[in-house]
């Protein structure tokens, strides 16, 4: 059954959008991560630099949901062209994910040094570049691109909240998952999710690619 005929266009919409923005922000494979960088804070502290990382990355990802479009204007550039960039991006970060390695494009060993004071570690690098990485922007201004009319806007919208909340829900029990699923279980996890994201971009690829191929095709012939 083709689903495209059964589920609302604005479901569909959502739907990719979740599983696109859930993968690049990827909670669950950089739990360790958080956890390494919160180790020294008592639980009252990791509550106060989670929630002010999280508004932080929101807040980051609203703003370029908002301006994609005005940016492509700005500098010529076509959603096309993103998308092909954008996929060949998440590509490479779903194929790192497949192969259990954190992205360098999140944070460096650097920044975790340099950030030790509370507010400046929940600003950078936890909310910046951890959680609202490349990747997540990225995604964010291809997807809001396509949002055609109110209620797809609306629906992308929510869908980075719902990510948002789902990701301090899951840093916050990080400890918990950890114990849990253990490392090799939130690898495999990290794994699955990398292969979505790897489909996810082949797919952007296609969609940036298809219009420029029948556009050569058309004035060849």
């Known amino acids: 059954m083709d689903l495209s005929t059964v589920l609302p266009s604005y479901f569909q919409y959502f739907l990719i959008s979740f599983f696109s923005l859930f993968s690049l922000v990827n909670p669950i494979g950089l739990s360790p991560v958080y956890l390494s960088m919160v180790e020294h804070f008592?639980?009252?502290?990791k509550k106060k630099v989670l929630l002010k990382a999280i508004l932080t990355a929101t807040s980051v990802l609203i703003i370029f949901m908002m301006i994609g479009r005005l940016i492509f204007t700005f500098f010529g550039?076509?959603?096309?062209?993103f998308r092909i960039v954008g996929g060949i991006l998440f590509f490479k970060m779903g194929m790192g994910m497949m192969e259990g390695k954190v992205s360098r494009t999140k944070s460096t060993?650097?920044?975790?040094?340099?950030a030790q004071d509370k507010d400046e570690i929940a600003f950078t690098?936890?909310?910046?570049?951890?959680?609202?990485?490349p990747g997540a922007i990225t995604s964010v201004m291809i997807l809001s691109s396509e949002a055609t009319n109110f209620i797809d806007k609306a629906v992308f919208l929510i869908t980075i909240i719902i990510?948002?909340?789902?990701t301090y829900i899951i840093f916050l029990l990080a400890n918990k998952f950890t114990?849990?699923?253990?490392?090799?279980?939130?690898?495999?996890?990290?794994?699955i999710m990398g292969l979505i994201l790897m489909v996810i971009a082949v797919q952007f690829i296609v969609n940036g690619l298809t219009p420029i191929v029948t556009g050569?095709?058309?004035?060849?012939g």
Do not use: C, Y
């Open 42 to 45: 008592d639980e009252r502290e």
């Open 77 to 81: 550039i076509t959603v096309d062209a």
């Open 109 to 114: 060993p650097k920044e975790e040094e340099e």
């Open 125 to 133: 690098p936890i909310g910046i570049p951890l959680i609202a990485g």
């Open 163 to 166: 990510v948002m909340v789902l």
């Open 179 to 191: 114990a849990k699923f253990g490392t090799a279980g939130l690898r495999v996890m990290q794994r």
């Open 216 to 220: 050569w095709l058309l004035s060849s």
